[in-house]
């Protein structure tokens, strides 16, 4: 007794189902300026600095520094 192989079956898109590559999901635009980071790995300069200040002075007296590290993660695209 041999051993014999039987090919398996090819599977085929349907005409009515599109394959995933033919558009399926939407793709990055040319209107997409920068590449979609993490908010927690935004914008690591004045992140430590916000964080050293309200962790050194408290929350009240760091203003400045929270609110330079929105301004920044707002040039990066995050709605904050």
Partial sequence: MGSTE???PVAV???EIPAVNEGS???ATA???KPKKKIC???PDTKRLRD???V???ESACTKWIEA???CLRAEGFNV
């Fill in 13 to 15: 898109p349907s005409p």
């Fill in 6 to 8: 039987v090919p398996l």
């Fill in 69 to 71: 590290h929105k301004r």
């Fill in 56 to 58: 050194e002075h408290g």
């Fill in 31 to 33: 209107t997409d300026s």
């Fill in 52 to 54: 050293e200040c309200i």
């Fill in 41 to 43: 790995c935004a914008c």
């Fill in 25 to 27: 999901a939407p793709a």
